[in-house]
RNA sequence: GUGCCCAUGGCUCAACUGGAUAGAGCACUCGGCUACGGACCGAGGGAUUGGGGGUUCAAGUCCUCUUGGGCACGCCA
């Protein structure tokens, strides 16, 4: 039997006062000290109503309600009205319903019947894919999986970067200096070489530049010769993608990009000129955003030419007819968040009262610590180069491993891989990271390969576990490590939400950190298969449920777990 | 010049809509498997949350001023 504890208390407390359930719920808090209660009332914001100290309404309250079979007591301390669950009932409610549920649990149906678009990873064709798209791709892989848990249907699109001028000098480029058979070999690297070419010499010849623009303004027009040279270099770039996203686990339900936009451009102009919205300057149309204090809004270059916050707006009239979506995210870099107010505020105008539902979910700009990278120079950081150094230094570590020959490069791979995703996640999305490699493929505690190791810790011992009873006697977990294993997971949902209303994949990483530091202190402390019956049974029961929760976590976080490393 | 963001132990980061003694990891000092994997665990020292003022019963969190850093500001995306 399912059992909310949060309500129980809540119901306690709406007894002996006039708030409504609801109400109390929302008011209840989790203590940060557990000693202090499983649950708490704070009575400050009663004062007023009650015009009475919170000390003396909490003893009064305290007083009241009496405790029952759920709840084994009641304190009133320092304004506070501290709730203590009873931990037989507690225990045996959660890991009954983890047991019952699985995967499944912590999951919600808020979302149901909702369509929620994340678009994210947006790699330019014939660019290089580096560590700033890297954290487009898993917090956008993470969010459709949170969105998923909670009810939502998820639309994943990749936004390729596959239109604008910056075709009109690779086609150019590759005129010039273009080797079909270096650009079969490696196509990207060769393709991002004829590039910075052309800004070398581009900077000696002006004329360069025209060339490019002409070639764009073909390729639009719809040219034969253009167009079969932009689709060779996306194919070819698409390929190369294709391998990474492999291998991190990821795939997309869209890959829409700006391209297939490129014909629905002069709809969004007509319908701005109907509101009277475009307005000429500088032989250029623009959406004027004085009155918002915003710079204007660039809808069509002076050369006639589209610009991208044209194709955004006209993918998000798209996507609404198409998906009718309860929310649009963009996860893109912060740097572009003028961009983005910019152009919610161009599809208000326009009279798309669902504007408010398009949210950029930004991230701050991965730097690094002395190198100045720019795809323009060529100096980038390629992710594949961050990926192998992850899975080869995890290969150090397994020497002494216990797995066969032919598990070891799949397992290093998806440690490292892992080790990469959760160094990424882990952080705070707007906070400003430093690309370090100790960073990134740290082997300890707050890592990917930590919570990887405690997962086969758990596996492992559950392997080797026989003779079972059938019912476990969830009240020999008595140890304080072990209740703090339960009341842990029993939270899971609540952190699932919390990280869905954040947009913030971190609230799942930081838990899932937590989690497995309990564990690897309970597995420190408790022992399990030379135990006596019954206790044997109830912890492998607790172990079972831990294992199902951090497989969990890390599913929400895109990451893959290994049974043995 | 205008706007947005950031500042928390030596380093890297947490802290849900303001709530109880600001938590972790790394590094440092001590300690722990005749039990299941030591990529582990336990203990300890170390922070007047950049600075000043304000609001509040309560401020790392809100307001204001200030210092230092980052980013963005029409024909790239």
Known sequence: ????????????????????????????????????????????????????????????????????????????????????????????????????????????????????????????????????HL?????????????????????????????????????????????????????????????????????????????????????????????????????????????????????????????????????????????????????????????????PCMIVKSDGASIYATRDIAAAIYRKKEYDFYKNIYVVGIPQALHFQQFFKVLELMGNEWSKDCVHVGFAHVRFPDKKLSTRTGNVIYLEDVLDESVNRIKEYMQNTKLEEDMIDPTAEKIGIGAVIFAFLKRSREKEMVFTWEDTLNVEVESGPYIHYTYARGVNILRKAEGLADHPDYSLLTEKVETAMINKMSTLNDVIKEAVNRNEPMVIARYVIELSKLFNSFYNSCKVINEEQPLKTARVALIQACCTVIKKCLYLLGIETVDAM
């Open 135 to 295: 954290c487009s791709t898993v917090i956008g892989q993470s969010l459709s999986r949170l969105y998923q848990s909670v009810g939502y249907k998820t639309v994943k699109v990749n936004h390729l970067g596959d239109w604008g001028t910056q075709f009109g000098k690779l086609i150019s480029a590759y005129k010039h200096w273009g080797d079909d058979e270096a650009i079969e070999k490696e196509p990207i690297k060769e393709l991002l070489r004829i590039y910075v070419k052309f800004h070398e010499e581009a900077e000696k010849d002006p004329e360069l530049d025209e060339e490019a623009r002409r070639y764009f303004k073909n390729l639009e027009g719809g040219s034969p010769e253009e167009t079969k040279l932009w689709q060779w270099f996306k194919d070819l770039s698409l390929k190369e993608f294709a391998l990474l996203y492999n291998r991190l686990g990821v795939s997309f339900d869209s890959y829409h990009g700006e391209s297939f936009y490129s014909d629905k451009m002069p709809e969004v102009v007509d319908l701005l000129e109907e509101r009277s919205l475009l307005k000429e300057s500088e032989h250029a149309y623009i959406v004027d955003l004085d009155e918002y204090n915003m710079p």
């Open 1 to 132: 039997m399912e059992m909310d504890y949060k309500k129980v208390v809540a119901s306690l407390i709406s007894e002996k006062t006039e708030f409504d359930i609801d109400k109390i719920e929302g008011m209840l808090e989790v203590p940060s000290n557990t000693e202090m209660g499983d649950y708490a009332l704070p009575c400050f914001k009663l004062a007023s109503i009650y015009k009475k100290s919170p000390v003396m309404i909490a003893k009064e309250l305290a007083e009241k309600i009496q405790p029952n079979d759920e709840i084994s007591s009641v304190t009133p301390v320092n304004g506070y009205l501290n709730f203590m669950v009873n931990k037989v009932s507690f225990a045996t409610t959660i890991l009954d319903e983890i047991s019952e549920k699985g995967d499944l649990f912590g999951d919600d149906s808020v979302g149901e019947g909702k369509t929620v678009i994340i678009e994210s990873s947006s790699p330019n064709i014939a660019k290089p894919f580096h560590i700033g």
